[in-house]
């Protein structure tokens, strides 16, 4: 672990060890280095500089997770992933402002599988950009579909991984759908999280603007858990916010929570960006989002991320409660 000097830059060499054990965790030579391989990906995994024994539970994981991707790619390719949508409404009249869509993966052999993982699992085994025009294409359509039967859904929200925004073609790909669909830039919007807007290289950056061109919305996901950087707020062509969950959660018991909360809701309204209050689950919440004029909450308060099916009901029983109120 000494620092060795080579061509004038001094080095910090540091070692993994993976061990595996004849006979108890190997039959041969073969199995024997291949185990002990696994056992040192492990340690390098978690940042090196250490010695793992191998144990059976290891290669569990990564076949699980070979079936896992294998599974996740007959998914896409047999066009087995579903939208739901979650209503997000207006604290005051309780008017939908529109649906943000989320993706869902029920797999006849491991069951459902929460996007939390599968799209992470999507990311390393390079399926997220599929992922991402399937989901744009799909909210799309069924925009198109509620239009047609005259279920007035205003905006539909698109989730995107940073890795979508590597292919070039992306703002065409976005303004073909919208043509195809006969759909205005304005019904879509794309949430990028917080800290993949900060991380967007320069070419990122052009595809996000081709696609602002079309009308289409940029909203900032999971606001306040990155390390955001205010300046790369203002010169991003964000159109909206969301705060996420976390700070929502505790803000009636924290009161530094509340204050950012209401921080973020003032730069809203100062930077014009509509800002979009996440995880909302009591009426406490929304009293105090109220009372602070936050444009938009989405939470189970109101409704779950619901089937398509099930959008037009929810917008009857909400318009039929206010008629009644
Ligand atoms: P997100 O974009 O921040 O979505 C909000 C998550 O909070 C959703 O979880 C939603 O079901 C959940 N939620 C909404 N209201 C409440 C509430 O009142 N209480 C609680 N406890 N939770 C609430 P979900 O559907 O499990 O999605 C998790 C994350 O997975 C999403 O977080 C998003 O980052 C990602 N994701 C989902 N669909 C897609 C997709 O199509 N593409 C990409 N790239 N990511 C997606
Ligand atoms: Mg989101
Ligand atoms: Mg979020």
């Not at 060499?13 to 073969?30: C, F, K, L, N």
């Not at 087995?80 to 008017?95: A, H, K, T």
């Not at 699992?121 to 992922?131: C, D, F, R, V």
Request: aromatic share 6%.
């Amino acid at each position: 672990g000494e620092p060795i000097e080579i061509s004038g830059f001094s080095l910090d060499p540091t070692v993994s060890i993976g061990i595996s054990q004849y006979p108890e965790s190997s039959r041969d030579r073969d199995d024997l280095l291949r185990n002990a391989k696994s056992a040192m990906g492990q340690v390098k995994a978690s940042g090196g500089g250490e010695y793992l024994f191998f144990s059976a539970g290891m290669n569990e994981v990564a076949r699980d997770r070979l079936l896992l991707g294998t599974a996740l790619r007959r998914a896409i390719a047999g066009d087995c992933l579903r939208l739901e949508y979650q209503p997000q409404v207006r604290p005051d009249s309780g008017e939908l402002y529109g649906v943000e869509a989320l993706a869902r993966w029920r797999d006849p052999e491991f069951g459902v599988i929460p996007p939390g993982r599968f799209i992470s699992l999507a990311e390393e085994i390079g399926e997220i950009e599929a992922i991402g025009r399937w989901a744009l294409r799909e909210a799309c359509r069924q925009m198109a579909v509620w239009r047609d039967e005259g279920v007035h859904v205003p905006v539909v929200s698109v989730n995107l991984s940073p890795l979508s925004f590597r292919g070039a073609d992306l703002p065409d790909f976005v303004a073909g759908l919208l043509q195809q669909y006969g759909l205005p830039g304005e019904c879509l919007t794309i949430e990028i999280t917080e800290s993949a807007a900060m991380a967007l290289t320069a070419g990122m950056l052009d595809i996000i603007h081709g696609i602002r061109a079309l009308g289409v919305g940029l909203s900032v996901d999971d606001f306040g858990t990155g390390f955001s950087s205010l300046s790369n707020l203002a010169n991003l062509p964000v159109t909206e916010v969301k705060i996420d969950r976390s700070f929502i959660d505790k803000c009636l018991q924290e009161s530094r929570l509340q204050s950012l909360v209401m921080a973020v809701i003032g730069i809203g309204q100062n930077l014009h960006l509509t800002v979009v209050a996440e995880g909302v689950e009591t009426e406490a919440q929304r009293e105090l989002l109220k009372a602070h004029h936050c444009p938009v909450i989405q939470g189970y308060l109101f409704s779950r991320p619901l089937a398509p099916a099930d959008i037009p009901n929810w917008i009857r029983n909400v318009a039929g409660a206010r008629g009644r109120g």
